[in-house]
């Protein structure tokens, strides 16, 4: 079906748009009357999804072939974010993930995945929200993982760069709600994409009733970004669960403000002093 004649909901800038999560998020959201940026390091890949959106939606896209490892081509991307006008929306979708537990993993390879889960979508997200704060609108998706919440499952380092990811947004939510800017963080569980390849344990390895084609995800997710969500988890059956979880959280939180420890930590040298 070509939208062409579909009024334009400005642009989405989408990175990781080469595959799996990315280029389906790319899909729907040409679908939805957007025009797209895609960023990735696969360039010829790039140019497939182009292709395909653009015979399918008839939307503008263009494409940024950029490794969000790099300095300079973050920058790159920093800059589009900040001098574009026309974007609306910005997917922090990049980064990779690893299974293997801290003693068997490359410290080298950690720092690479801290630099593409962590620092670039931060980067992004500084460039990207005084422009939409200036405008009076736009949205932040960040693609986190259930690996935020449950940091035992895979490897350290990965469960702590999500958990990261989720805390950012929830934080951008607290400062930015006010000033028309929605933010929302996805945080899929396993899902049938190329990224388990790269973390080192195909998805067809693991039990196929705990993995979600890629099409429902991006569909539940988008699906919690219409209703308003602020964290979007497509696995879990029962959302009430994440509101008393969150509800738990932050109760917890009021009970931190005392000068003195805890009863617990008062020996009886420090009680004597």
Do not use: C
Not at 182 to 192: I, K, M, S
Not at 206 to 228: N, T
């Amino acid at each position: 079906m070509n939208n062409t004649n579909q009024a334009s909901r400005g642009t989405a800038l989408i990175t990781g748009a080469s595959a799996g999560i990315g280029a389906i998020y790319a899909e729907r959201l040409a679908a939805r009357g957007y025009d797209l940026i895609l960023v990735a390091r696969n360039e010829e890949r790039l140019h497939d999804v182009a292709d395909r959106v653009q015979q399918q939606h008839g939307r503008n896209v263009t494409i940024v072939q950029a490794d969000l490892g790099r300095r300079d081509d973050l920058a790159r991307i920093e800059t589009i974010l900040r001098t574009d006008a026309s974007i609306t929306m910005l997917v922090n979708n990049a980064g990779f993930g690893a299974v293997t537990p801290l003693l068997d993993s490359d410290v080298d390879r950690m720092e690479q995945m801290i630099d593409i889960n962590v620092t670039a979508p931060t980067r992004l997200v500084y460039a990207a929200a005084p422009a939409f704060a200036a405008r009076g609108a736009g949205t932040i998706v960040n693609i986190a993982s259930i690996v935020g919440i449950g940091i035992e499952i895979m490897n350290g380092v990965y469960g702590a760069s999500k958990a990261y990811v989720l805390a950012l947004t929830q934080s951008l939510q607290h400062e930015l709600a006010g000033k028309g800017i929605r933010v929302q963080a996805v945080l899929p569980g396993a899902t049938a994409t190329d990224f388990w390849d790269a973390a080192g344990m195909p998805h067809t390895n693991l039990p196929q009733e705990m993995v979600m084609r890629a099409d429902a995800m991006v569909d539940a997710a988008l699906a919690g970004l219409d209703q308003g969500e602020v964290v979007t988890i497509p696995p879990l059956q029962d959302g009430s669960d994440w509101l008393d979880y969150e509800a738990t959280r932050k109760a917890l939180a009021q009970r931190f403000a005392h000068a003195t420890p805890g009863a617990r930590y008062l020996t009886t040298a420090t009680q004597a002093a």
